[in-house]
């Protein structure tokens, strides 16, 4: 998937990754699309609820080997 | 959609209890709430210029796992625990379980407190002192971070009671 900026937020935990790409999401614009890597478990219900609230599309979810992608666009 | 609002009274003031206050007001105004912490009684010591005095106390916390930080997996799944009467005569107890408890924090990937404090103030969380507990603990305001206002009840409600979500921790 095409993606305008990319975020590592591996190792981090709760709440540091949620907090991360609020900083990341207002460095890009409306309609571009963040990549984010985490290792945090707890990561994938947050980002959809994160996603819910704020208003942004999480566009995919994904893990492979402990690590977890996700696709977030911009409101 | 008016703006969603949080207010806490946070009124702990250890390591371990400064977690919950800074986590969940730096989550909410990270997902749009205009948010607002009350410092009052020990929870004072979270907004102190020096956060060393924030230590965290296995003794009579019989739900805190007194795990090691290092060595093997066997060895690190270890409880350490033992009785509060031990506990209390060894010299530096405490001291020693913060500086185990900072480790596993960053082992963990785990945020500071100092770092998630200035999450919050970056994101514009309110930090409001109560300036009655301030007096009766004989602190100065120049022992506070900057940035702070000074208030008492009455300032308190006048935000909270426009909140959706109230805490007291």
């Known amino acids: 998937m095409n993606f305008d900026k990319e975020l590592d937020a591996r190792g981090l935990n709760c709440p540091l990754p949620i907090l991360r790409a609020k900083k990341a999401l207002a460095e890009v614009a409306s309609g571009q699309v963040l ?8 990561s994938v219900k947050d980002f959809a609820a994160f996603a819910k609230q704020t208003g942004n599309e999480l566009l995919s979810t994904a893990e492979a080997g402990g690590e977890f992608t996700f696709f977030m666009k911009k409101k | 959609m ?11 003031g ?9 986590i969940l007001a730096s989550t909410a105004a990270a997902l749009g709430y205009e948010t ?11 907004v102190r210029k020096d956060l060393s005095v924030l230590k965290v106390s296995p003794l009579g916390n019989p739900g805190m796992p007194m795990k090691m930080p290092f060595g093997p997996k066997w060895f690190k799944s270890i409880n350490w625990n033992m009785p509060n009467a031990i506990q209390a005569i060894i ?3 405490e001291s020693v379980a913060t500086a185990l408890m900072k480790q596993t924090i960053a082992n963990n990937g785990v945020a500071t407190i100092p ?7 970056e994101a514009e969380v309110k930090f409001i002192a109560c300036q009655m507990t301030v007096q009766l603990f004989g602190f100065e305001h120049s022992d506070f971070i900057d940035g702070l206002e ?11 009671g426009e909140t959706d979500i109230c805490l007291f921790i």
């Open chain 2, 2 to 12: 008016d703006t969603k609002k949080m207010a806490i009274i946070a009124t702990k």
């Open chain 2, 91 to 93: 010299p530096g107890y």
């Open chain 2, 36 to 46: 607002q912490i009350f410092f009052t009684f020990y929870g004072l010591q979270l």
């Open chain 2, 150 to 160: 000074y208030g008492g009840a009455a300032t308190f409600f006048e935000f909270a």
């Open chain 2, 14 to 22: 250890t390591l371990d209890w400064a977690y919950p206050p800074f």
């Open chain 1, 35 to 42: 990549k984010i890597l985490s290792t945090d478990p707890g």
């Open chain 2, 115 to 121: 770092d998630l404090r200035e999450l919050c103030q």
